[in-house]
């Protein structure tokens, strides 16, 4: 049952160790069949060396355990709630990746400095709210995804458009068409905090860059009129 | 004798340069066993490169070599005061990793500033005190250890809870249930410990993260409500 | 048709992931041969992995392509003002490396500190102005190195003798005698990026090197009365 | 004509790019024979790949070659006069590593903050002055040697106690009693340096260790009653 999709969860977290994303377990990937509606995820706890396709989760929308016999993330309340808000999202990722925590233990947004970010993300990065008491004792997970849907919708922010989020406190949240794209956006955040870190040791007052080099830069590769690569 | 510890604390004291905690010889790992009252520890100032299970040191909790012919690690006594006061540690790594170095140099407790640290630490890391001229120059080894013992009752930690510690102007100690755990912590304690420095450059006067989202995050992976992973 | 210049800039360009300067497709290398007339460059959006020579597209300096079935690299056009207005470059680099790139988003120039520096670069690197409006929306890559020209020219800077420059929220651009050494200035340039951001967070009032340091170190290894190497 | 110890130059050059202490040829080490009164050196400006130990050259005292066609390091001079004035020298190392290089460019001596610092320098690492204009354009590596020792008799500092040493606005001279002391010094520095950095980032007005710690650290590894390691 959805072999392929399985294959491709797997490889997908198994980009996270080798691109020096995440220490130990510390994330998760999955990927959606949107025609059958079923998700596939990451068994939680699970040490990367020797994961097989097999040990992958398979789950409804509401999280009902279809196929598997090993625990799904416990982030998986995150993604579903994601996956149901937003019909576009293919995948989505969840690490603890340096640079992007140390921005979300910051509680700041990630400030489009220049074309290396806006690449990829139109805009600057979001750092949604810590949760409440309240939220943080109830279903917590679920309500992770809800607060990161509530600052999207506040903010005006298109998903495809800046596909990451921070979680104040926490860590970061990417997603994109499938599972290969949003760990691939989980390597540019990571790296576009990274520089913002720099850039802001280099130049306290450093200005963002202007609203028309963050268009030309995202357009050149997204949308119709992109000439970036080969097609 | 003891052959399986053995085996055990030196793929432990392994890991410590292949997960990029110590320069050289810069580090020991011991691990306890309860029931013979025995301490296994990597030998002093041995390089890892070839390093044997039969070059471990085995030690009665006073300190005495039962057997090996090497000298122990220098840090042994520091060990054996932990052992001797926590019947829980089964496992002590000492390290002088980066970050980690960094903070006890700057003499300050690591801030509990997100949920990568509440999973594994139940609140801020403490920095333990600097060795008075007396204690330096009488048994320094074994008053590091009483230092540490002093920092953690006088704060009313406990070290199930919060495994791991700095000393000023020195360098970390970490321990766990057995040397496996210890080396884990060592690996958390020194990401945390990196992420607090990038979250206090990107954002000066940073919080701490909210005590109901400790709890949850360090329960989620602790204690009997635990759901993270396979059990 | 130039099969050793392909050669030669393919493997250029796959000096770059080695090296550590690029992320991805974020960069990209062109070598030219002079009497030809041609430029050989890397394609558009290509992975590094399996890259061949024969992939290289073979442009002239007005950016017909000559031969190769693949599209260039879209900065392509910063290249060609380059060599069009310098006769004495044979090869150009374009990346994002990590601290070059956080000294573009700052917008400064990196301060020539110390020798690192001088034995490759005759003093400031300089970073260019952001480009217009109307420069972005017009011939964006063929604007970005007129800029760069402008930038020469207005502060009367060699570009033989600093072989690199930043362009404000974007990135980096080095050059040399063939592409290999354009590829060695791209890891210069990073290095000494690197550097001088330690330097200043280590004494943000540090002085710049006296300039009778840059001429002995640039002049130990350029020039006719260098005395560096086997030559 | 001392194979022996061209064997061990060499194999304590190739140990510079293996540790992370230069990037490209950016660094060279000596091994003196003091009986026959002969160094051996790295050759100037030649790839790290491939060297052999036939490369290395060996020179007498005076500088003048005894044995290779190449040309020595353009450093030679400096190494000459360290070996001159301080004869329990056995091996030297210059490099431009990274957070050392950052501290010369900085004009600091590196404060010591620790134990990991005390292990192996008996105070604070000093930061030579820069040469003046007469010093670099006259025997500019000669007069470098001289503006070491200079500082360390100024200073009182004993060579064997504090083996290495910062020039201003350039790099780092380390040392030893063989070519592989020297190196494992540089790691050490260069590892020195990076911690005193965050340290000073994490608490700008972090304390130094008090000489009490510095001399039970140095002395365990060090003199007479030292009791670290095997002997």
Redesign the interface.
Known sequence: MLEELKEKVLQANLELPKRGLI??T?GNVSGIDREKGLVVIK????SYDGMKASDMVVLDLDGNRVEGT??PS?DTPTHLELYKKYPDLGGVVHT?S??A????????DIPL????HADYFFGDIPCAR??T?EE??GE?ERNTGLVIIETLEERDVNPVYTPGILVK???VFTWGKDADEAV?NA??LE?VA??????????KD??K??D??RD?HFY?KHGENA????N
Do not use: C
């Not at 520089?195 to 130049?203: L, R, S, V």
């Not at 000439?227 to 080969?230: L, N, R, S, T």
């Open positions: 220490t130990y510390w068994p939680s706890g699970v090993l625990n416990s603890h340096t640079s925590t140390s921005w979300a233990q910051a509680g700041r400095y220049g074309t290396t810590s949760l008491k943080i004792e917590y406190n926490h860590g691939h390597v540019v790296e990274k520089m913002a870190t720099f850039t802001e040791m280099i130049n450093a200005d860059a202007p028309y080099l030309k050149r000439y970036y690569g080969q």
